[in-house]
C-alpha cells in the first residue's frame, strides 16, 4: 500500500467537466449523464443507479448555484481567479462557423423537440387551419362581403349606388350643423 492519499474524485471530475466550466457546460455535461445513469434509464444495477444518479444531483446543485460553486471551489482549492487564455478554437479553418450563446441558458437548437413541444405545436397548426375554414365558412355563408370575381369585369359606371338621390340629401339635411348667427 502506498502512503499517498489519492484526492476524492471532485464534482467536476465527476461531471467530466473543467472547473472553469460555464453554467452551460455544467447543465449540458449534467443531462447528459442524468440520461445516461438515471434508475429508469440504465443498464446498471438499481443500486448503483441510484447512488451514481444521486451524487450527479448532489455535484449539479452544488456547481449550478454560483455561491455554492464559491464555497466548493474555495474548499477543493480551486482559484477563482480569471486568466486570460488562448480560445480552444484558434487554429480552426475561417470556413468553419460556430454559434455561441452569450446566454448561460439553453441554446434552443442544440437538443431536439420533446413530445409536449410538439404536441403544442401541432395544437397551434390546428389552431391555424381551423380558423382559416371559419373564415372561408363564414365569407360564403354572407356572400354579400365575399369576394365577387364578376364585379371585376362590370365597368365602373354600372355599378350600384347604395343609396338614392333622395336619401343622401335628407340625411345632409338631418345632419347639417347649426348655423350660427
Not at 6 to 27: C, H, V
Not at 73 to 101: E, M
Not at 163 to 171: A, I, R
Request: a negative charge; one cysteine or more; glycine letters at 4%.
Amino acid at each position: 500500500m502506498s502512503g499517498v492519499n489519492q484526492p476524492a474524485e471532485t464534482y467536476y471530475d465527476l461531471l467530466g467537466i473543467k472547473p472553469t466550466a460555464s453554467p452551460q457546460q455544467i447543465r449540458r455535461a449534467y443531462r447528459d449523464l442524468s440520461k445516461l445513469y438515471h434508475p429508469d434509464t440504465t443498464t446498471l444495477s438499481p443500486i448503483v443507479a441510484t447512488e451514481r444518479f444521486q451524487k450527479l444531483n448532489e455535484a449539479y446543485a452544488t456547481l449550478s448555484s454560483p455561491d455554492r460553486r464559491l464555497t466548493y471551489d474555495q474548499q477543493v482549492g480551486y482559484s477563482r481567479i480569471s486568466v486570460i487564455q488562448a480560445p480552444s478554437n484558434l487554429n480552426r479553418p475561417s470556413t468553419q462557423s460556430t454559434y455561441k450563446s452569450s446566454s448561460a441558458y439553453l441554446d434552443p437548437t442544440d437538443r431536439p423537440l420533446s413530445a409536449g413541444e410538439i404536441f403544442a405545436l401541432f395544437i397551434l397548426g390546428v389552431t391555424f387551419v381551423a380558423c382559416l375554414a371559419l373564415v372561408i365558412t363564414v365569407g360564403i355563408a354572407r356572400g354579400d362581403m365575399a369576394f365577387n370575381p364578376s364585379q371585376l369585369s362590370q365597368p365602373v359606371d354600372e355599378v350600384p349606388v347604395p343609396f338614392s338621390q333622395e336619401n343622401t340629401e335628407s340625411t345632409r339635411e338631418a345632419v347639417a350643423p347649426p348655423q350660427w348667427l
